[in-house]
T-cell receptor, first 117, second 110 residues
Framework: DGGITQSPKYLFRKEGQNVTLSCEQNLNHDAMYWYRQDPGQGLRLIYYSQIVNDFQKGDIAEGYSVSREKKESFPLTVTSAQKNPTAFYLC????????????????FGPGTRLLVL | EDQVTQSPEALRLQEGESSSLNCSYTVSGLRGLFWYRQDPGKGPEFLFTLYSAGEEKEKERLKATLTKKESFLHITAPKPEDSATYLCAVQASGTYKYIFGTGTRLKVLA
């Protein structure tokens, strides 16, 4: 089955700790995205990547970092600089500009809920 | 500024009572409009993509339509299992970012 996997489902962070959320896709998509979802708010973009070894900041990148060393993987690190990390984190992918396809539908993973101890 | 507004915020329907959800958007050229369903604690599930005004798509009890300023998600004879939050998103021309509305929480009562 093609899809997006995220792990872990729940993650607990202690004060001053960096934590990394995993995102893997086997859809052969070029573009990958990280969103944060808080109650009553729309999805807010943290980082996105259109191609391997390249990524751009989204609207709320402060306190987060990413890497894109492989097409299939786009891990997100929540650093100690992010003072309010409690949220539901969603990873998504789409075919992307490099595919040359018109289809730009984003598909989402199951999410990771991050809680602060 | 590119923007997406969904209404109503919440909607309660009796089983079988048809209704529509609205997604109004302001973008500088529409690349695509997307509808998703999201259940509590889960990732959004893709429903439809619409590209141009006049386009319509259907799936079971759901039908999505698009005009130059808004999209509607029509739900015909809903069932309790249709209860979820429905999200709308747009992608503007010349960008690879997606802008999401805050969603409509739908509750269908048996």
């Amino acid at each position: 089955d093609g899809g997006i996997t995220q792990s872990p489902k729940y993650l607990f962070r202690k004060e001053g700790q960096n934590v990394t959320l995993s995102c893997e896709q086997n859809l052969n998509h070029d573009a990958m995205y990280w969103y944060r979802q808080d109650p009553g708010q729309g999805l807010r973009l943290i980082y996105y990547s259109q191609i391997v070894n390249d990524f751009q900041k989204g609207d709320i990148a402060e306190g987060y970092s990413v890497s894109r060393e492989k097409k299939e993987s786009f891990p997100l690190t929540v650093t100690s600089a992010q003072k309010n990390p409690t949220a539901f984190y969603l990873c998504a992918s789409s075919p992307g500009a490099a595919s040359g396809r018109r289809e730009e539908t984003q598909y989402f993973g199951p999410g990771t809920r991050l809680l602060v101890l | 500024e590119d923007q997406v507004t969904q209404s109503p915020e919440a909607l309660r329907l009796q089983e079988g009572e048809s209704s529509s959800l609205n997604c109004s958007y302001t973008v500088s050229g529409l690349r695509g409009l997307f509808w998703y369903r999201q259940d509590p604690g889960k990732g959004p599930e893709f429903l439809f993509t619409l590209y141009s005004a006049g386009e319509e798509k259907e799936k079971e009890r759901l039908k999505a339509t698009l005009t130059k300023k808004e999209s509607f998600l029509h739900i015909t004879a809903p069932k309790p299992e249709d209860s979820a939050t429905y999200l709308c998103a747009v992608q503007a021309s010349g960008t690879y970012k997606y802008i999401f509305g805050t969603g409509t929480r739908l509750k269908v009562l048996a």
